[in-house]
């Protein structure tokens, strides 16, 4: 029989075993992945692009991937940023992305094909790229090339980045998206809070936003206005659509008046109330009256209810600032030969040509007449016991910027941060003006202005002549001015409330967004700083030369508050020689010199002789002979050597304006290291003769209010290797006309409008 089991096997192997080599897997290669806010979504994406850093050489050039989203551009690399020791870090963009709406221009070149064009938002692009320049709003020129890049894949990120960054309607504006986020899905998106309700910022909680009826109550309270009162007429918007639902009016004008004056008002606009002077006197601005047949009636009783708010019956005082200031259009154009002068043209501040250049453009001519105009009416207010009106068209843009001058002149609440916030949400946001088209988001450049730079501007002037009245410093004005070209704060997004609670409405409801009791959409407010910067960073917008209304003073180890009054003056700053007039130089001095940047124009009010104008120099004179009161009043000083360009603001992106180690910011940091030491012993001090234990001690000296911090009371370090005098901005990788000097961009940019035109600069494709 067969046997069932398995025969065994006879083959018998005489080679080794052989083994099998282990298969090295391949090294992965990192994704470059961008970092998405709640709401952003990628439209184009193109790999291998080269970002230009240096301005003579291409060997600190990086590779990577550029992306363009509905928020920002973005250069995402693994390469390290060279020549850079130092980065100010903002949450919202990385370290090379530019916000959509920051974008003024979007040129694309072939060198090749010697081709190049400015993209509008739906034109074609028949030549495929190898480069694109972005000049940006806030002066940067940012260059990438697509030499090994797809040219397929360089065209369509092209045409995307000129599509997204112009769009046409304000709901595409990526700040709808991101807040519609939020009610689709409440919770914390990638460690953001889609709200950015402000739960992070201090100073956000502080800042009231004059939307509610108590804000403006409590104002009317903290200046004393007794003849004033809230009125709510306009409650839902029943009665102007460009005005806030709340506001203050004279307690003697009735609903009932005012509702049948509104209609005689260019859009409606009844005079709203300003502030009030300790001495009774208020400020008000008010829109023409278009009725001429009531002009002189209605005119005459809102005068006189002014009148009777005052505690005096003291005179109203109009001033027409379309007669004395210049117009936007003037603005605009003189900041179109600023900027010109800035970044396209070879930097040379030493030369004769560039300073008379800067003159020409007459930026600072403008900047000096409105801090002299707004000079005038708070003498006005201060000194003849007067209630000023400040007149204007439709009232919605110089009235924003001279009442807010004044304010901060004459209030030093206005002077410090979470004042100066709320100056202007009252007199800029809630007010009307018309952010959305001054700053042209929507790229509509007739209705274009930078009429808020210019009120920025002017504070800088004051900040640097009083650096000790303010609580803000210049990085803070600066970052204020960049953060109105992100599209995703509310605050700097429209063009009035009302605009704001109808366009979110609609989008609500286009999207099935819930929005219960609320009045549209809530979008983040700009000051919540924490949305933008850590706590770290945000200390850079605090001034160590700052002297508070009081400050603690130890004795025998007890604290004490030393109240300031008015004989407390900053011994640093002193009255200017008695030649000068309200600030201006007299006429036998007033000669134009070698590099001055004075105007050769005399002021008007210099020509007039009558009794209102020698008090006004008299006031001006005895005010300028005197020591500053830092918590009183301060007037500019108007001069050609005291009216300055604010080169943070405009040389930073600008390498051959940077001075390393050196400027302003060496200051800044020796006196916040100084500040720094000053609290730690008076901290130290504190704890002398108390029974609080040495590690309490410690904990509390680990805290600081300073950005540059002591090492101990006896730090004697020197400036650190990472200042400049851009600090804490850094040119490097931004661009300027020199620096693509005997390429084909030359010939291109020696004859082109750059910031003048959406027009094709070539008709070659």
């Known amino acids: 029989m067969f046997s069932l089991k398995p025969a065994k096997p006879t083959f018998k192997s005489y080679l080794l075993p052989q083994v099998e080599d282990k298969i090295t897997p391949e090294p992965k290669i990192k994704k470059l992945e961008p970092v998405l806010l709640p709401g952003e979504i990628v439209v184009n994406e193109v790999n291998f692009v080269r970002k230009c850093i240096a301005t003579d050489t291409s060997q600190y050039d990086l590779w990577g991937k550029l992306i363009c989203s509905n928020f920002k551009i973005s250069f995402i690399t693994d390469d390290p940023m060279p020549l850079q020791k ?31 064009k400015v993209l509008g938002p739906n034109q074609k692009l028949k030549f495929n790229p190898t480069e694109l320049i972005i000049y940006c709003k806030d002066f940067r020129i940012v260059r990438f090339r697509f030499d090994e890049a797809g040219p397929e894949s360089a065209k369509k990120v092209c045409l995307a980045v000129a599509h997204y960054s112009q769009p046409t309607d304000l709901q595409l504006l990526f700040a709808f998206e991101y807040v519609g986020k939020k009610y689709h899905n409440p919770a914390t998106v990638n460690g953001i809070d889609p709200g950015g309700g402000g739960s992070g910022s201090s100073s956000s909680q502080q800042t009231p936003l004059f939307e509610t009826y108590s804000d403006w109550d409590r104002e009317i309270k903290r200046t004393g ?10 409650e839902g918007y029943m009665i102007s659509t460009c005005l806030p639902e709340y506001f203050v009016v004279p307690s003697s004008l009735a609903d009932q008046d005012l509702k049948l004056y509104s209609y005689s008002f260019i859009g409606r606009r009844m005079p709203l109330w300003c502030w009030n002077h300790s001495n009774g006197s208020a400020l008000v601005r008010m829109a023409n009256i278009k009725d001429v047949l009531q002009q002189r009636k209605i005119d005459q009783r809102i005068c006189n209810a002014i009148t009777r708010s005052h505690p005096q019956r003291s005179d109203v005082h109009k001033s027409d600032l379309d007669k004395c200031l210049p117009n936007i259009q003037e603005i605009q154009a003189a900041f179109i030969k600023l900027k010109q002068l800035c970044v396209n043209e070879p930097f040379e501040e030493t030369e004769e040509k560039w300073l008379s250049s800067l003159e020409n453009t007459r930026w600072l001519e403008y900047v000096r007449s409105f801090l002299k105009h707004s000079a005038e009416l708070v003498y006005m207010l201060d000194s003849k016991h007067v209630s000023v009106v400040l007149q204007e068209d439709e009232g919605r843009d110089l009235s924003c910027f001279v009442a807010s001058l004044i304010q901060v002149m004459l209030d030093p609440y206005f002077r410090t941060i979470v004042g100066f916030q709320s100056l202007i949400q009252k007199e800029w946001v809630m007010a009307g003006y018309q952010f959305l088209d001054r700053c042209n988001h929507l790229k509509r450049a007739d209705k274009e202005s930078p009429l808020f730079l210019m009120f920025l501007d002017s504070i800088w002037q004051l900040l640097e002549q009083y650096p000790s009245a303010f609580e803000f410093s210049e990085t803070y004005l600066t970052i204020l001015y960049d953060s109105t070209r992100i599209s995703l704060f509310g605050t700097f997004l429209f063009n009035c409330p009302h605009q704001r609670v109808k366009q979110s409405t609609e989008f609500a409801i286009s999207k099935n967004i819930q929005l219960g009791d609320e009045k549209g959409l809530k979008f983040p407010s700009v000051w919540d700083w924490s949305l933008q910067f850590a706590t770290r960073d945000r200390m850079l917008f605090h001034n160590p030369w700052y002297i508070g209304k009081s400050a603690p003073c130890v004795q025998n180890g007890s604290v004490k508050s030393f109240k300031r009054t008015k004989k407390n003056y900053s011994s640093t700053l002193r009255g200017i020689p008695p030649s000068l007039k309200n600030g201006i130089i007299n006429e036998q001095e007033f000669l134009p010199r070698r590099n001055s940047l004075i105007l050769k124009l005399k002021p008007d009010f210099l020509q007039q002789m009558d009794s209102q104008t020698n008090s006004m120099e ?20 108007l001069s050609g050597t005291h009216i300055k360009l604010w080169k943070l603001c405009y040389f930073r992106w600008v390498p051959e304006a940077q001075i390393n180690n050196g400027g302003f910011i060496t200051a800044f940091h020796k006196i916040s290291v100084l500040t720094d030491q000053v609290d730690m012993l008076n901290q130290s001090l504190r704890h002398y003769k108390s029974s609080s234990s040495l590690q309490a001690n410690c904990s509390e000296l680990d805290q600081s209010r300073m950005y540059f911090r002591a090492n101990g009371l006896n730090d004697n370090a020197g400036t650190p290797d990472f200042l400049s005098s851009s600090f804490p901005f850094s040119p490097i990788g931004n661009l300027c006309r020199r620096s693509i000097l005997g390429t084909p961009l030359s010939k291109f940019l020696s004859g082109a409008k750059i910031w003048l035109s959406t027009e094709t600069l070539a008709n070659e494709d």
């Open 618 to 637: 008299q006031y001006f004179r005895e005010w300028f002979s005197k020591p500053v009161d830092l918590h009183g009043v301060i007037l500019p000083r």
């Open 86 to 116: 130092f980065h100010y870090k903002n949450l919202l963009l990385g370290e090379h992305d530019v916000p959509l709406t920051c974008i003024e221009q979007v040129v694309t070149v072939n060198d090749t094909k010697r081709k190049q």
């Open 225 to 234: 206005a007794s003849g004033w009162r809230v009125c709510s007429v306009n």
